[in-house]
């Protein structure tokens, strides 16, 4: 088939329409297939600026090419009047004219006119075109890679855009969730900084990465504060404040070796006393109940705060339930869950259990010790993590009950692990 693409004296010739004829006229034709150039054309049809009816128009010249034209260095032309590409549209002639009109500019065809303007192609015996007026495709060959890359950066910024607002919404939540969390700690100014950065109009991008930077300065300030929290009490413990109230004991009457077997007496009994509430405190539940106590119980004519509450609050200092949801998303996906309130999570601890390979003795265990709520928080992490890195995380149950030997020293910032999950 001849090289030459005529354009007709009729039409009005553009910059477009010329660069199209020279692509047409190329003898450097990639062999690339008619599947390969259409689904880079659909993909591009967007960052090309193709319209509703000019990508319409483009998808039924597609169809009707055949495969075996667009083999080799052939030239893919096809032929269809004005008239009836307007009746398969569903659109008037001169609205189907500047649709191929603008498949021209953009070069992905290039008009074949004839003397008379009317279409169509003349074939041989084998089905191979001899000569043929209509719309040539040859632009778009030669243009694939070209063509290719627009529909990969274009699906890129697609996928950048829709990231952006998916960290928008998350660490707006997490902000929000982190300040409610806190009231001990004047964190307001943060969220009010949050709302100006929602209400500016600008690019969902610079949103984002704002956000992610007011996030880490809050991660910061909330860190500062909680080491000075820490750092207080400290202090008071080692000021000899809570001295005061211990009744000092005086040797008036006695003779030394009363007075000695009496303070030794009361050692022994203060020890046995210490050493029995400790085994209620770290035995498992069952054993607990076994001897009248749960962790949560006191014997009466008994005050105070066990070991386990203690290191429950400590554990579960800015944790809410809203944060447990934001932060584990893989295990409700995966496992079919809901992380609504916190009866959701106590019910769900057996199927998380038996999802990182917990026993049912180690998770009683980790209740005895820390509290229900605190070793299902912390299980829940774990299967987080153990879900979204399982290279990472080798052994989930030994990850687990390091997770919990940590929090019963107090030093598992499980609040900082949740946010960090939620931010990514």
């Given at each position: ?6 354009v ?15 692509l047409?006229m ?74 191929i ?27 191979d ?16 890679r ?6 990969d ?17 998350r ?51 909330l860190?500062e504060?909680?080491d000075?929290?820490e ?31 009496r ?58 339930i ?9 295990i ?52 987080e ?15 687990f ?5 940590r929090a ?17």
């Amino acid at each position: 088939m001849p090289t030459v693409s005529n354009v007709s004296s009729f039409r009005k010739v553009t910059p477009g329409m010329l660069a199209s004829q020279r692509l047409a006229m190329s003898n450097d034709i990639p062999d690339i297939g008619k599947s390969e150039v259409a689904i880079a054309l659909k993909r591009a049809a967007q960052p090309i600026g193709l319209t509703s009816t000019a990508y319409h128009v483009l998808d039924i010249l597609l169809g009707l090419s055949k495969p075996d034209d667009w083999k080799g260095d052939n030239r893919p032309v096809v032929a269809i009047s004005n008239e009836k590409l307007a009746s398969y549209v569903g659109k008037s002639e001169r609205t189907v004219i500047r649709a191929i009109k603008q498949l021209v500019e953009a070069r992905i065809l290039a008009y074949r006119d004839s003397s008379t303007g009317r279409r169509w192609v003349h074939r041989n015996d084998s089905g191979d075109i001899t000569f043929a007026y209509g719309l040539d495709f040859t632009p778009a060959r030669v243009r694939y890679r070209e063509i290719k890359r627009q529909a990969d950066e274009w699906q890129a910024h697609l996928n950048a855009v829709r990231e952006a607002k998916r960290t928008v919404a998350r660490l707006s939540r997490a902000i929000v969730d982190i300040v409610e969390a806190t009231k001990d700690i004047d964190l307001t100014d943060f969220q009010d900084q949050m709302q100006a950065i929602l209400e500016n109009r600008q690019d969902i991008q610079l949103k984002a990465q704002a956000l992610l930077d007011l996030y880490d300065l809050l991660m910061e300030a909330l860190k500062e504060a909680t080491d000075t929290q820490e750092k207080a009490p400290e202090n008071n413990n080692m000021s000899g404040e809570h001295d005061k109230n211990v009744t000092p004991l005086f040797n008036t009457s006695s003779p030394d070796s009363y007075t000695n077997n009496r303070t030794s007496a009361h050692a022994d009994e203060n020890q046995n006393n210490s050493d029995v509430a400790y085994g209620a405190e770290i035995a498992p539940e069952g054993e607990q109940a076994k001897r009248g106590q749960l962790p949560n119980q006191h014997s009466s004519g008994q005050k105070g705060t066990g070991k386990g509450d203690f290191v429950r609050s400590e554990t579960l200092d800015a944790v809410s339930i809203s944060l447990l949801e934001s932060a584990c998303t893989s295990i409700q996906s995966d496992f079919g869950i809901t992380l609504n309130s916190w009866p959701d999570l106590i019910s769900a601890t057996d199927v998380l259990r038996i999802g990182i390979g917990l026993s049912e003795k180690g998770f009683t265990e980790a209740c005895g010790k820390l509290g229900r709520h605190v070793a299902a928080a912390i299980l829940a992490m774990v299967a987080e993590k153990a879900l979204r890195d399982p290279e990472k995380i080798s052994s989930p149950g030994g990850y687990f009950r390091a997770c919990c030997e940590r929090a019963a020293e107090g030093k598992l910032a499980l609040a900082k692990s949740l946010f960090g999950l939620a931010a990514r």
